[in-house]
């Protein structure tokens, strides 16, 4: 039986400020690896999100999706 690999907790640039490649250059990376998925699990408003959070929470939403 083939093993799969998955990532299980990768966030990415630029909704997540603690992350540094998109999400091209992440699933390129992650395949490249020999990885069967990912699971993106950026942050959330309240989180760690690389937007101005004095903007409606609209925008915000917007920005996240």
Not at 5 to 15: I, R
Not at 25 to 35: R, V
Not at 44 to 56: A, H, Q, R, T, V
Request: charged content about 25%; hydrophobic content about 30%.
């Amino acid at each position: 039986m083939k093993p799969y690999f998955y990532e299980t907790h990768l966030h990415t640039s630029p909704v997540s400020r603690c992350a540094a490649a998109d999400v091209r250059a992440s699933l390129e990376y992650y395949k490249k690896l020999g990885y069967a998925g990912v699971f993106i699990t950026n942050h959330f408003i309240d989180g760690n999100i690389n937007c101005d959070g004095s903007e409606p929470y609209e925008k915000r939403i917007e920005f996240y999706f």
